[in-house]
C-alpha cells in the first residue's frame, strides 16, 4: 500500500511502537488482575476482565449512534473495522452479517459497530465521508449495504462521487443535495482519522478486521467462526 495517497486530515504517522508496548502492558495488567489474589472469590469486575479477550474492550456503547445497529446492553459488541472499497467486506457484508443480525442483533445478544478504515486511496477516503453523510441523515446502513451489494468480485469497486450519489438515491437518503454537500467537505474527517488511530494501535492495517469482545478476527471468516466466538462471548457455548 506503499503508494497509497491520503489527505492530510486523515493521514496519521506510523510511530506506534511505544504505543503498542504500553498496549501490552495494560493487557498484561488486566491478566494479573484477573488473578484472585484470595484464592476463592472473584469480584464482578475480574470476572468482566476475564471474559474480554486480548484486544479489550474496543466499544463505545453510544445510545443513538447511527453507525452502529444493536442494543447498547448487549453482552456482546463486534466492532468492524471496513473500507467500502473491500471486496471481503463486501462478502462479510452481504454472505454473514444478515445472518448476525437475525440470529443475535434482533435477540439482543449481539451489538455491531462500524469503524472507518480507508485504506485503498483517495476514493476510500471519499466513500467513508459519504457513509457518514448518509449517515447524518439516518441511512448509513441502508448506504453500507447499497456500496456493498454491487461490490466487484475482484478488483476494488470505482466509487466515484456521481457513483456514491447513486448509492445514496438507492438508500433513500432523503436530502441529496446535502448528502453531495456533506459528502464532499471534510466535516467528518476527525472521526474517520479517530477510527484509523484506534486500529493502528491495536495493530489492524487491513480490512476487514472485527474486535469481538476484545477477541480479534481477520478476514472475511466463515459464519460457524464468529457464531463460536459470540456464543462463547456471551456464555451461549455448551460447556
Not at 46 to 75: E, F, H, K, N, Y
Not at 116 to 125: K, R, T
Request: aromatic share 8%; with cysteine; proline share 5%.
Amino acid at each position: 500500500m506503499g503508494s497509497t495517497r491520503y489527505d492530510p486530515g486523515i493521514r496519521r504517522q506510523i510511530w506506534l511502537v511505544g504505543i503498542l508496548a504500553l498496549v501490552a502492558v495494560v493487557l498484561g495488567a488486566f491478566l494479573l488482575i484477573g488473578r484472585n489474589t484470595g484464592g476463592t472469590t472473584e469480584t464482578a469486575a475480574q470476572q468482566d476482565v476475564a471474559a474480554m479477550g486480548p484486544v479489550g474492550d474496543q466499544s463505545r456503547r453510544i445510545g443513538g449512534d447511527p453507525l452502529a445497529m444493536g442494543s447498547t446492553d448487549a453482552p456482546v459488541v463486534l466492532v468492524e473495522f471496513a473500507d467500502y472499497r473491500c471486496q471481503f467486506c463486501a462478502v462479510f457484508s452481504r454472505d454473514t452479517e444478515p445472518a448476525l443480525v437475525e440470529k443475535y442483533v434482533n435477540d439482543g445478544v449481539l451489538r455491531i459497530e462500524w469503524r472507518d478504515l480507508p485504506i485503498f486511496g483517495e476514493q476510500s477516503i471519499a466513500a467513508a465521508r459519504a457513509g457518514r453523510a448518509a449517515a447524518a441523515q439516518g441511512k448509513f446502513w441502508e448506504f453500507n449495504k447499497a456500496v456493498y451489494a454491487q461490490s466487484p468480485t475482484g478488483g476494488r469497486a470505482d466509487l466515484t462521487a456521481e457513483v456514491l450519489h447513486d448509492f445514496a438515491v438507492e438508500a433513500g437518503v432523503p436530502d441529496l443535495e446535502r448528502f453531495d454537500r456533506d459528502a464532499a467537505s471534510t466535516q467528518f474527517d476527525d472521526s474517520i482519522s479517530q477510527d484509523v488511530f484506534t486500529a493502528q494501535t491495536i495493530g489492524i492495517s487491513s480490512t476487514p478486521a472485527f474486535i469481538i469482545n476484545g477477541n480479534p478476527v481477520l478476514g472475511a471468516q466463515p459464519l460457524a467462526h464468529f457464531e463460536q466466538i459470540i456464543d462463547r462471548s456471551a456464555g451461549l457455548a455448551e460447556q
